[in-house]
């Protein structure tokens, strides 16, 4: 793990471990997403005693990578894109497969849908606001809104508060990362 870590973060105390395509072809060879879903946690353990936190980001895929993250995770949340109503065409599944993840992992816990991309005066918006409340139960009250702040942000290779922390889209992010911090009981109110 220590070799594959990126160290160029350029954030004191965050280090990033990028995907490579040897995992989506890790991920075509198992047939059943569960049958080996002990993989990425028993690769994380030693990560455990240096990190607080670590945070593993997968495609909407319901595959074995999706697997092995729900089987080594505490906390689960579900990114909505607030302007596609094909954002919630996978829901019934996702919730389906987070229940069958808690067979392996009774510590799983649904953190709440995560509403990207939205704007609370766009009808579409408000309507995908409604049904990821019905479909998720959960739905963080903190979004982020479509910025091409955080596009400007990436093409630097950046997050949006290293970029400009003042601007709109960063203080979404650091009020949406507070109420997952709270969520996850990492800290309190």
Do not use: W
């Amino acid at each position: 793990m220590a070799e594959a870590v990126a160290q160029d973060t350029r954030v004191d105390g965050v280090d990033l471990i990028a995907s490579t395509l040897n995992l989506s072809r890790l991920c075509r060879v198992q047939h059943s997403q569960f049958c080996s879903s002990a993989l990425l946690k028993s690769k994380l353990n030693p990560a455990l005693g240096i990190y607080d936190v670590v945070i593993v980001d997968t495609p909407p895929a319901l595959d074995f990578l999706m697997a092995n993250a729900l089987h080594a995770a505490d906390f689960v949340f579900v990114p909505i894109s607030g302007d596609s109503h094909l954002s919630l065409e996978g829901a019934k599944e996702m919730l389906t497969f987070i229940a069958e993840a808690r067979v392996a992992n009774q510590a799983l816990t649904f953190g709440g849908a995560i509403l990207n991309q939205h704007s609370a005066h766009k009808r579409m918006c408000k309507l995908i606001a409604g049904a990821a409340h019905d479909y998720y139960g959960t739905v963080l009250k903190s979004t982020l809104t479509r910025a091409v702040d955080i596009q400007k942000a990436q093409a630097h290779r950046q997050t949006v508060i290293q970029y400009d922390c003042d601007v709109e889209a960063a203080r979404q992010a650091i009020e949406m990362s507070r109420e997952i911090a709270v969520i996850s009981t990492l800290t309190r109110h």
